[in-house]
């Protein structure tokens, strides 16, 4: 089996305006909480995203502007990360817990294409027995990394999510200036779910300001499911008014020229939750009608598998 638990070599400067660091970490693997009340172990082997989504939610939470635009052009690698992770998958305390990877920044992301982080990580994974992982994705790249991904398939529980908020390349770009587009990012779907992977969709954020035309959601779920997706979910921008306030002031300073466009897609308020069930609704019938099971029950660690109900409570309603 392939070996990629060395200590990675960083590039200061993969592309214009971003600079990348080496650091050396003494732990990986972080407890996060989740919906149920629960808990898992999430693992990021890269802080920063060169995608710069505007609706991260590590951005969300910044009020300083040049930390807000650092998050994109500042790119921690941790490049002792492999060799950490084998030493953490040891210890008993990391035994028994859903391992997620990629919910704090993209672990596919240009860098990775150069560093091959990602890949050794996955690498050690790949030795694992019985474990629980979940990845989430905005890229294409995680295609590359298909032989690595079926082998952890065979020997654990693992699901494949990819993100993507719209068919339309015009609302992508605007959103997500720096992911790859969506005909790419299924195009890889479509490759990891003939190795054998368990793939699926999160339509995800859906925009308030978004019309029936730029969402194509119908369109979206039928391609997701031809090109072999197994599950589907939905989640909305939703952020408390404080924060949404704070995100528009950063969104308007950093793109001037598309603020007008990005306050209309992103809306002025939050859905009430009427409206939210309305849109949840046929969003069940939709997936239903397509054989495509619900995001959060496909997910779920085998051991103890999410009931088949609404998913309002990932928008808190």
């Known amino acids: 089996m392939e070996r990629l638990d060395h200590e990675i070599a960083v590039p200061s400067a993969p592309a214009p305006g971003v600079r990348c660091v080496a650091v050396r970490v003494k732990s990986l ?68 817990h859903l391992i997620s990877i990629g919910e704090q920044a993209e672990a596919w992301q240009h860098v990775e294409e ?44 693992l699901t494949v999510a990819f993100s993507l908020p719209s068919l339309d390349e015009r609302v992508n770009r605007l959103v997500e200036p720096r992911a790859p587009s969506a005909f790419r990012r299924l195009a890889a779907m479509e490759a990891l779910a003939r190795l054998g992977v368990e793939v699926g969709l999160w339509v995800a954020p859906v925009f308030p300001g978004l019309d029936d035309d730029e969402l194509q959601l119908k369109a979206m779920l039928t391609r997701a499911a031809n090109a ?37 897609v992103l809306g002025r308020r939050a859905p ?33 598998k999410a009931p088949a109900a609404t998913q309002l409570a990932l928008f808190g309603a």
């Open 228 to 264: 072999g997706a197994r599950f589907a979910g939905i989640r909305f921008f939703a952020p408390a008014q404080a924060a949404r306030d704070n995100f528009l002031r950063h969104v308007t300073e950093a793109y001037p020229d598309a603020a007008t466009r990005m306050r209309r």
């Open 272 to 304: 009430p939750p009427e409206e939210l069930r309305s849109l949840e609704k046929g969003f069940d019938l939709l997936c239903r009608s397509l054989g495509l099971q619900p995001a959060e029950q496909a997910q779920a660690p085998r051991a103890r």
């Open 114 to 157: 150069q560093v091959r982080l990602t890949r050794a990580l996955l690498s050690v994974l790949a030795e694992e027995e019985g474990r629980e992982l979940r990845i989430s994705t905005r890229s294409s790249l995680i295609a590359r990394d298909g032989d690595l991904l079926r082998d952890i398939s065979r020997r654990s529980h």
């Open 29 to 96: 693997l972080r407890q996060a909480p989740q919906e149920d009340g629960g808990w898992h172990w999430r693992l990021d082997p890269y802080e920063g995203c060169q995608f710069g989504c505007v609706h991260c939610p590590v951005r969300l939470e910044q009020e300083d502007h040049g930390r807000w635009r650092e998050l994109e052009s500042r790119i921690a690698v941790k490049v002792n990360a492999a060799q950490v992770l084998r030493a953490e998958l040891r210890h008993e305390d990391f035994q028994g």
